[in-house]
């Protein structure tokens, strides 16, 4: 069964510090890695993603990739409190032979501090 | 909500009794899903499609059926929908399997079953 591993939180920081969050994911062959923002009672919403080959930085984002020891990670610089929400981590998966398919992390609560 | 809407938005339905959800998308994209998010486990996929009447089961696909008869629409029945059928659906679409399988989230469908 693949997996993709979340610290529920809450992440509790303060305005303006940097948020981490991380997930692990169980699959080697994974190539795919995507962050989900979702608000109470919204539906998730996408990121930013990232393949095997390298990071990337998107403004205030920044998502990180260790393949050797199978974690991705998500910065947040400046944070503010409109950051405050649950984190997806999805990492592409194997359903049915269709790579296209994601594996959810269940997420982490980020709660950004004024 | 990248061209997806979802009806009906929130429903009450009485157990036994079936009930059939509507995916609908404006983008043209080949892949369609569905997966139900529940507290304490996070985003699940229930069967998607990769394709016009081509369809395939997900993590948890007992007690719902799908059809797709044409692109822009993904039907999700529960043939007889029973209390532990109450969640939240949400449809989502992706460009293609090949690219970055980055899917994309409708609004959602909150399902009441008494």
């Known amino acids: 069964q693949k997996e993709v591993e979340q610290n529920s939180g809450p992440l509790s920081v303060p305005e303006g510090a940097i948020a981490s969050l991380n997930c692990t994911y169980s699959?080697?062959?994974?190539?795919?890695f995507f962050w989900y923002r979702q608000y109470s009672g919204k539906s998730p919403e996408l990121i930013m993603f990232?393949?095997?080959?390298g990071d990337k930085e998107d403004g205030r984002f920044t998502a990180q990739l260790n393949k050797a020891s199978q974690y991705v990670s998500l910065l947040i610089r400046d944070s503010q409190p409109s950051d405050s929400a649950t984190y997806l981590c999805a990492v592409n998966g194997d359903y049915g032979g269709s790579q296209g398919n994601l594996i959810f992390g269940k997420g982490t609560k980020l709660s950004v501090k004024p | 909500d990248a061209g997806i809407t979802q009806s009906p938005r929130h429903k009450v339905t009485e157990t036994g009794t079936p009930v059939t959800l509507r995916c609908h998308q404006t983008?043209?994209?080949?892949?369609m899903y569905w997966y139900r998010q529940d507290p304490g486990h996070g985003l699940r996929l229930i069967h998607y499609s990769y394709g016009v009447k081509d369809t395939d089961k997900g993590e948890v696909s007992d007690g719902y059926s799908v059809s797709r008869s044409k692109t822009e629409d993904f039907l999700l029945t529960l043939e007889s929908a029973t209390s532990s059928q109450t969640s939240v659906y949400f449809c989502a679409i992706s460009p293609t399997a090949g690219g970055g399988y980055e899917q994309y989230f409708g609004p959602g469908t909150r399902l009441t079953v008494t």
């Open positions: 983008e043209n994209h080949r892949y």
């Open positions: 699959d080697r062959g994974s190539q795919s």
């Open positions: 990232i393949y095997s080959n």
